[in-house]
């Protein structure tokens, strides 16, 4: 609730009847009861000047506002408090983030809470931080045994001495504790977790992986490793998750599933492999790649192939008389129309200099004659709108039984060079 501050009157949770947004006094007293989180203002001392919560207040310990907001931190959670304060404090004005912490409650408990804070220092209304908060899930009732006995407890003491997410999970799939490091890294899904499981923290085929890993684990002591990317996390994350099933000869006890940030090592692993597969220039795979993509196409039984070779008629008077700079501006705003002719199922590289290789799916030459010649009028198109004489040159090959990549390449390439002397033929006719 709000309550008031020092001098203020005390004829409603805000002071006076304005203050209930319109609702009457006894109104506001009934849905106030119906909160679950609590919306706190806290001057730069870390002093709480105004709460809204449920009636017990923020942390069920009634008076609140005047408070320090140190005061209902444990002894040993006091330096991290202090390194969040000093956070907050060097922030600027719009400076918005999310914490989870444990407080110090009225019964004696210390429970978990996701904090956010938003830095308002330049709001006159409130001239400090908006903080709120809302109590994360507790720990799940021990109804297995091993959660129940003094080894699950030391398991537990265990889990959340390490600095590493940590869950762990009965023999009957249920997710019983998360330390600290666990709570924040699932803050934003932890109800769900620990209502359905924790394949919430995936989507899709991966939450049913996930799934598979616990249930096969809950039958049989082991270890499996997945990694996930986590959902609702408002920014890509990628996750490893060791899961380990702890038991006595086939008999399962718990499951240990320990949670890796890989986020910065996927994205490096990812660049690496984009670099190994990709064209400097163009961003178009390079040679190899589409050799490679023509290679896994033609393995594949009863996949339709082709080929399109294409050359720039006109390019090398692009490089020769407005330069290489130019030249190279030019080979990606012609690779950007190429592939803007390309169907999802089709693939197009860079094969060398100014030459490109599409690998197709096509059912017939037919159709594989009409994507050259709507990839020919694009590459005309770009060409023109940015001011040079240019044209391209296309030969087709679609798959024969036995072909090699090289086999499909070779032929559309033999077939674009007929295109280019049929061309010079007819032009020199005029």
């Given at each position: 609730m709000i309550e008031p501050q020092a001098g203020e009157p005390t004829d409603g949770p805000l002071g006076s009847g304005e203050a209930y947004g319109g609702l009457s006094p006894g109104l506001f007293e009934r849905l106030r009861g119906e909160l679950s989180?609590?919306?706190?203002?806290?001057?730069?001392?870390?002093?709480?000047?105004?709460?809204?919560?449920?009636?017990?207040?923020?942390?069920?310990?009634?008076?609140?506002?005047?408070?320090?907001?140190?005061?209902?931190?444990?002894?040993?959670?006091?330096?991290?408090?202090?390194?969040?304060?000093?956070?907050?404090?060097?922030?600027?004005?719009?400076?918005?983030?999310?914490?989870?912490?444990?407080?110090?409650?009225?019964?004696?408990?210390?429970?978990?809470?996701?904090?956010?804070?938003?830095?308002?220092?330049?709001?006159?209304?409130?001239?400090?931080?908006?903080?709120?908060?809302?109590?994360?899930?507790?720990?799940?009732?021990?109804?297995?045994?091993?959660?129940?006995?003094?080894?699950?407890?030391?398991?537990?003491?265990?889990a959340g001495a390490m600095p590493l997410p940590i869950l762990l999970i009965g023999s009957d799939g249920r997710l019983y504790y998360a330390n600290d490091a666990a709570r924040e890294m699932c803050a934003a899904q932890l109800d769900e977790v620990f209502a359905s499981g924790i394949g919430a923290l995936a989507d899709g085929e991966e939450r049913r992986q996930i799934e598979e890993a616990v249930e096969a684990l809950r039958h049989q002591p082991g270890e499996r490793s997945l990694i996930f990317r986590q959902r609702a996390t408002g920014e890509l994350r990628v996750v490893e998750a060791q899961i380990s099933g702890l038991g006595k000869g086939e008999r399962v006890l718990a499951l240990v599933v320990t949670l890796v940030d890989i986020t910065a090592r996927h994205l490096t692993e990812s660049e690496l492999r984009r670099r190994a597969i990709s064209d400097p220039l163009t961003g178009l795979l390079n040679r190899s790649e589409i050799e490679e993509s023509l290679c896994r196409r033609l393995a594949t039984p009863g996949r339709p192939v082709g080929v399109c070779y294409i050359d720039l008629d006109g390019f090398k008077l692009v490089n020769d008389t407005h330069g290489h700079e130019?030249?190279?501006?030019?080979?990606?705003?012609?690779?950007?129309?190429?592939?803007?002719?390309?169907?999802?199922?089709?693939?197009?590289?860079?094969?060398?200099?100014?030459?490109?290789?599409?690998?197709?799916e096509v059912e017939e030459a037919g159709a594989l004659e009409a994507l050259a010649g709507r990839v020919a009028a694009a590459v005309a198109r770009r060409a023109s709108a940015l001011g040079f004489a240019v044209t391209a040159s296309i030969g087709t090959?679609?798959?024969?039984?036995?072909?090699?990549?090289?086999?499909?390449?070779?032929?559309?390439?033999?077939?674009?060079?007929?295109?280019?002397?049929?061309?010079?033929?007819?032009?020199?006719?005029l």
């Open positions: 989180e609590s919306v706190a203002v806290v001057d730069a001392e870390g002093r709480v000047r105004s709460l809204l919560g449920p009636p017990s207040g923020a942390v069920g310990i009634g008076q609140v506002v005047g408070r320090h907001i140190f005061e209902y931190c444990a002894p040993d959670d006091l330096p991290r408090a202090l390194e969040l304060a000093v956070e907050a404090l060097g922030s600027s004005p719009g400076w918005e983030t999310t914490w989870n912490v444990p407080l110090r409650c009225g019964d004696g408990t210390v429970r978990a809470f996701e904090i956010r804070v938003a830095n308002h220092q330049d709001d006159p209304e409130i001239d400090g931080f908006i903080l709120r908060l809302r109590e994360l899930p507790r720990r799940a009732e021990a109804t297995n045994p091993l959660f129940a006995s003094e080894l699950g407890r030391e398991l537990e003491s265990l130019v030249g190279d501006e030019f080979l990606v705003a012609i690779a950007d129309a190429i592939s803007g002719e390309l169907s999802p199922a089709d693939e197009v590289g860079r094969f060398g200099g100014d030459e490109f290789v599409i690998a197709a090959s679609v798959h024969l039984p036995g072909d090699t990549p090289r086999d499909l390449i070779r032929r559309a390439d033999r077939a674009m060079y007929e295109e280019k002397r049929l061309r010079r033929i007819a032009a020199d006719a």
